[in-house]
């Protein structure tokens, strides 16, 4: 055995971290080995590996991974307990998702069983202009019953039979139900609560609204009841001011009627009673109506209300990718033998290694050891800058 083989043999490598100067040491090795291009490609190991480095290169202490492996255990711990309140909240994410889900079936639904039958389409679906129709024309009849009962009420309860006989003697008349403007505001003078007389009215009208629409079975007895004694308030009314007129007429000497025969008795009682009727049927018809766009209205509504839980939802859940990437970079931390560059590490090393090939008779030995760097830093990608060097160590 010659002595460039015992001293490939006397050559081992080692997984302590070695500080030298690598022209240095590289010179040094590539002499007492004649360069052999094995034992280079074994130090360029060794180099990627951290147990060959610059004496000036910095790395993690024992102490320092030691801070490491405790900060990962920190954020660990950290990342679980923002899983799990992630996880909480994607669970109610989930089920306000399932809501929506079911909502919606109950929306599509609904539009088809309207869509299969005109009918249905009719008598369920809001319509817009019967809305507004109904809604004007109740405007203009709760304007006339107001003026209306004001009227009524003052000629049937505070104007007098004389009072009429004078106006017959001026030969005004009888006057009208339907006041002019300066006797709604005599009228209004007179008894300020007669203001409140026409909202009496309206109130019946409501109730009308609200019997109809209970599920007691003796609803239409109660709605009947109700239609009875505005009739009965109207009719008296009529009658109150009929015998009025007539009793202002027999005084003025002139002839009467039976209230039974009399055309103004009547019609007083049908603009009274009859717009009431007309006023209930067309107030519940709107509402009704409104009703209508509700059904859908209120399915639009919750789903609206549950995409807007969902975005408040999505604002809690907390991103944790930060976390996972400070865990990583410990790791790496902690299972890193050096950080340095890697590239000039092995172009130091190998410049001391090649310069002791530089006589001509070492020329093959030395295009042999070039060709092995080439060929190192092409499998390992190893290019300029600082890298951090393949690890040997793994965290638990």
């Not at 490939?8 to 360069?35: A, C, M, P, Q, W």
């Not at 711990?77 to 998702?97: L, M, P, R, S």
């Not at 976390?323 to 890697?342: A, C, E, P, Q």
């Not at 006589?359 to 080439?374: F, G, L, S, T």
Request: charged share 30%; hydrophobic share 40%; aromatic share 12%.
């Amino acid at each position: 055995m010659d002595k460039a083989e015992k001293s490939k043999e006397n050559v081992k490598i080692t997984h302590n971290v070695e500080r030298v100067s690598l022209y240095d040491f590289g010179y040094e090795r590539s002499g007492s080995v004649k360069g052999d291009s094995d034992v280079y490609a074994s130090y360029l190991d060794r180099i990627i590996n951290g147990d060959l480095v610059d004496e000036k290169y910095s790395g993690f202490t024992d102490e320092e991974r030691n801070e490491r492996v405790k900060e990962i255990k920190e954020l660990e711990k950290e990342q679980k307990e923002k899983e799990k309140e992630n996880t909480k909240v994607e669970v109610e994410i989930k089920a306000k998702e399932a809501e929506i889900e079911k909502h919606r079936n109950e929306l599509l639904k609904v539009r088809k069983s309207r869509a299969k039958d005109n009918e249905k389409l009719k008598t369920e679906t809001f319509s817009p202009f019967k809305f507004t129709l109904n809604l004007f024309i109740l405007i203009m009849l709760s304007v006339y019953l107001f003026f209306f009962y004001i009227s009524a009420t003052y000629k049937a309860l505070y104007v007098d039979f004389e009072g009429i006989a004078e106006k017959i003697a001026e030969g005004i008349g009888t006057g009208s139900v339907m006041p002019a403007p300066q006797e709604l505001s005599e009228a209004i003078q007179f008894n300020f609560m007669l203001f409140l007389v026409p909202f009496v009215f309206y109130a019946f009208g409501w109730a009308f609204h609200v019997l109809l629409e209970l599920k007691n079975k003796f609803k239409f007895l109660f709605l009947g009841l109700l239609i009875l004694i505005t009739f009965i308030v109207d009719f008296l009314l009529a009658l109150i001011i009929h015998n009025n007129t007539e009793s202002a007429k027999e005084l003025m000497g002139l002839a009467t009627e039976h209230w039974s025969s009399s055309a103004t008795f009547y019609i007083i009682l049908f603009l009274g009673f009859m717009v009431y009727i007309i006023w209930s049927i067309l107030f519940d018809s709107m509402l009704r109506e409104w009703d209508k766009k509700h059904i859908t209205n209120n399915i639009k509504k919750i789903l609206k209300h549950l995409q807007g839980d969902i975005k408040k939802l999505n604002t809690k859940l907390v991103d944790i990718s930060e976390i996972k990437n400070k865990i990583s970079d410990y790791r790496d931390d902690v299972s890193i033998i050096m950080n340095g560059n890697l590239k000039r590490y092995i172009d130091q090393f190998s410049s001391g290694w090649i310069s002791y090939l530089s006589p001509a008779n070492m020329k093959d030995v030395k295009e042999n050891c070039i060709n092995v760097k080439r060929k190192f830093e092409e499998k390992h990608n190893i290019k300029s800058g600082k890298v951090q060097v393949v690890s040997r160590i793994s965290f638990k």
